[in-house]
């Protein structure tokens, strides 16, 4: 058997969970640079100030991370971080502002830091960044030898952002456990892939206990512990699955969906990832028969308003509309490696299923 090497981050979560970061960091330095969304650094900024007052951690820069996680903004990143000679940087803010950290602070051989302040994808756990183009298409996959070292949860910060993003991050979270199973279907699987995909259970699980009420909460910008479960699965119950199974059994149709839908110029713009990717595992159970876990899910989806039909990302039901879209679906690396081969046609008949589940 070939080597194997798996690293986890650290975490902690709770309203005061930044009070750790600089007792943590000083670990690996005293130089920092701070990436991260410009809301995001505007709402963190106080609590990491507070954290820092007296302390031997110095931050050289609160950056913009350039508004799009491309291999340009990362470079930016890198330089700064390079010509600042940091020892470290900490990324703040969604999914493409942590994302960008991330990619440069490998480039410049430093450990990241994370801090997500919605709670949307896994991108403050995984090792590595989903990178698109200039106008929001996804590029490519860049990928890292080690996750971020810790992740600092603040339950506070992400209870009084829009709900919208901890409402796609149930979406992008769910989808996790439905592809990783698909993918992996019939292979015998080694001990790491089978805990990932035994963990990616509770990708689900807690969703249909919690995830009602948390959203409530959030509505409200109340931290609870409803909340903070959501949290955890959204940001690293997702991450632990995707880092512990081989890469191949890391996605499915869901997120090849999602890509191949990204070429609609609306789609960035007017909906989050993780409420397509939703949407996409509805098509992946139709395509695959999976008729009582469609039921449930879409009844689930239902209660807490992620899409199940077209109509509710924007998207026209016409097979000529959507054939660039599933043109690019098929031949997304997600779709490399699944137990059977799936066609054009499969996923238009998987999309039509579920249409007439929605009339």
């Known amino acids: 058997m070939s080597k194997l090497t ?7 979560i709770g309203e005061d969970s930044l009070q750790d970061l600089v007792d943590i960091c000083l670990h690996y330095g005293r130089r920092a640079l701070i990436v991260g969304g410009k809301t995001a650094l505007e709402k963190a900024k106080p609590k ?44 703040v803010g969604g999914g493409k502002a942590i994302d960008t950290a991330k ?19 896994c991108a403050a756990t995984t090792c590595l960044s989903v990178v698109y183009n200039e106008k929001g298409e996804f590029d490519s996959f860049y990928f890292f030898e080690k996750p971020p070292v810790h992740i600092f949860m603040d339950s506070e910060i992400i209870a009084e952002a829009p709900v919208k993003y901890l409402w796609a991050g149930i979406g992008d979270t769910i989808a996790k456990h439905y592809e990783c199973t698909l993918a992996s279907r019939g292979d015998k699987l080694d001990h790491s892939s089978g805990m990932g995909r035994e963990i990616s259970a509770m990708c689900v699980k807690p969703m249909f206990q919690y995830g009602e009420k948390a959203l409530q909460d959030c509505e409200k910008g109340e931290s609870s512990f409803e909340i903070s479960q959501v949290i955890l699965n959204n940001v690293l119950s997702t991450g632990l699955v ?63 308003k992620l899409p199940t039909c077209l ?17 690019n679906t098929v031949n997304s690396p997600d779709m490399e490696y699944l137990p059977y081969e799936v066609t054009k046609d499969m996923v238009f008949e998987g999309i039509q299923k579920l249409e007439k589940l929605n009339s």
């Not at 798996?6 to 902690?12: A, G, I, S």
């Not at 191949?248 to 149709?253: Q, S």
């Open 311 to 327: 109509e509710d990302i924007e998207v026209k039901n016409d097979r000529a509309y959507l054939e660039q879209v599933l043109e």
């Open 6 to 12: 798996v690293t986890f981050p650290n975490y902690t």
């Open 242 to 304: 995707s880092m512990l199974v081989e890469e191949k059994y890391n996605g499915a149709l869901a997120h090849s969906l999602f890509y191949g839908l990204t070429i609609l110029e609306h789609i960035e713009k007017n909906h989050l990832h993780g409420e397509v990717v939703a949407y996409g595992v509805l098509v992946q159970l139709a395509m695959d028969n999976q008729e009582e876990e469609l039921k449930k899910l879409h009844d689930f989806y239902k209660k807490i």
């Open 48 to 91: 990491i100030e507070s954290a820092l007052e007296g302390s031997a951690l110095e931050v050289v820069d609160f950056m913009w991370y350039g508004g799009e996680c491309t291999f340009e903004n990362m470079g930016l990143v890198a330089k700064k971080g390079s010509d600042e000679k940091v020892d470290m940087i900490i990324g």
């Open 103 to 121: 990619g440069a602070a490998d480039k410049i051989n430093v450990p990241v830091f994370t801090v997500p302040t919605i709670a949307a994808t």
